[in-house]
């Protein structure tokens, strides 16, 4: 029963941290229609801030939970479980991040505007093909950690059975 107080008291106190990163004026806004306003090159992006407090409680529960199973050496079951839900958390925000950088890759090539006379124009490649590049090997590493914790939780769970029975 003490390890479940303990297991109940880490994700609330990970909401509590979350929502301080968030907001650290402490302000209790209940207006959900706040945004925040990206300004790239010639583009606003407009993102709704429940968005990007999603973003850092993921963030924070991945690296925290990620910790806590390096240290227990993936011997805890509820540690695992609430691991394997922030690693699904982190393969929902990936993928959007892949989205996002698959819209602004800008291909090498040659453009002639009219009339034909006019000069080529040459596009360079952006850095945007290597963030999509780095979040798909993100995705995959992610995808594997969660084959091999959710493989191991299963293994403890049947040997503690087995030590039951």
Do not use: C
């Amino acid at each position: 029963m003490k390890l479940l107080k303990k297991e109940i008291i880490w994700p609330v106190a990970l909401l509590i941290i979350s929502y301080f990163i968030y907001n650290p004026n402490l302000s209790f806004n209940t207006n959900t229609k706040s945004t925040i306003d990206v300004n790239i090159h010639d583009t606003y992006f407009v993102i709704e801030s429940i968005n990007i407090l999603f973003l850092i409680i993921t963030v924070l529960f991945f690296i925290v939970y990620s910790i806590r199973i390096i240290v227990t050496r993936l011997k805890n079951n509820i540690i695992n479980g609430i691991f394997l839900f922030s690693n699904v958390l982190m393969i929902i925000v990936v993928t959007y991040i892949i989205q996002i950088t698959r819209l602004f890759i800008v291909e090498a090539g040659w453009t002639i505007y009219p009339p034909l006379s006019a000069n080529i124009q040459i596009h360079e490649d952006n850095s945007m093909k290597n963030i999509f590049h780095v979040a798909i090997g993100i995705q995959i590493f992610l995808v594997i950690t969660l084959i091999l914790v959710a493989v191991k939780t299963a293994i403890n769970i049947k040997k503690s059975r087995v030590i039951k029975i």
